[in-house]
T-cell receptor, first 113, second 116 residues
Framework: DTAVSQTPKYLVTQMGNDKSIKCEQNLGHDTMYWYKQDSKKFLKIMFSYNNKELIINETVPNRFSPKSPDKAHLNLHINSLELGDSAVYFC????????????FGSGTQLSVL | QQQVKQSPQSLIVQKGGISIINCAYENTAFDYFPWYQQFPGKGPALLIAIRPDVSEKKEGRFTISFNKSAKQFSLHIMDSQPGDSATYFCAASKGLTGGGADGLTFGKGTHLIIQP
């Protein structure tokens, strides 16, 4: 069983569209994260939820909205997609909100045309 | 402002050799320093991590050396194998003292190639 699974693996869409990426973890972890990896492979934290509560909200456009229906799921909704949103988005989880021992999903490659 | 500087950007090592990747940080509040390994098409995976109260940590062929006064830490891969070819990221966080509030700050990555 995959510990952290995210769907879809690839997402190709037009500018201006709204899209969502789903993430689920079966590790029983309390904390989940969204990281963005740009074309130069630089990884940057976007959001973090601990027990369904937002604890990190980095300076990302408010077009990005995370939603955590329960502590095993953290979805990312993106409104009015722009060319610059093209990147790989990684979901991750950890036992607690200490940034230790993160387990990452395989990523969602988002391409905005 | 990049808080964790990683070098080199790319590295080629012969099979059996030692691979060394270096990182320097600026924020003295960081108290947790992990290294992640990423293969193409996959997410990063934790390799090894260290806290500033020790100067070295070894797990199998992987060793972290940590120099608190210089604010530097490095990853050594002994007896490097072709299967070690991947991108390696150092990172830092205020994990224990900051309640994880800032997330992991990553270096820019090192693309490591081990030649057979």
């Amino acid at each position: 069983d995959t510990a952290v699974s995210q769907t879809p693996k690839y997402l190709v869409t037009q500018m201006g569209n709204d899209k969502s990426i789903k993430c689920e973890q079966n590790l029983g972890h309390d904390t989940m994260y969204w990281y963005k990896q740009d074309s130069k492979k630089f990884l940057k934290i976007m959001f973090s939820y601990n027990n369904k509560e937002l604890i990190i909200n980095e300076t990302v456009p408010n077009r990005f909205s995370p939603k955590s229906p329960d502590k095993a799921h953290l979805n990312l909704h993106i409104n009015s997609l722009e060319l610059g949103d093209s990147a790989v988005y990684f979901c991750a989880s950890s036992l607690a909100a200490t940034n230790e021992k993160l387990f990452f999903g395989s990523g969602t490659q988002l391409s905005v045309l | 402002q990049q808080q964790v500087k990683q070098s080199p950007q790319s590295l080629i090592v012969q099979k059996g050799g030692i691979s060394i990747i270096n990182c320097a940080y600026e924020n003295t509040a960081f108290d947790y320093f992990p290294w992640y390994q990423q293969f193409p098409g996959k997410g990063p995976a934790l390799l090894i991590a260290i806290r500033p109260d020790v100067s070295e940590k070894k797990e199998g062929r992987f060793t972290i050396s940590f120099n608190k006064s210089a604010k530097q830490f490095s990853l050594h891969i002994m007896d490097s194998q072709p299967g070690d070819s991947a991108t390696y990221f150092c990172a830092a966080s205020k994990g224990l003292t900051g309640g994880g509030a800032d997330g992991l700050t990553f270096g820019k990555g090192t693309h490591l190639i081990i030649q057979p």
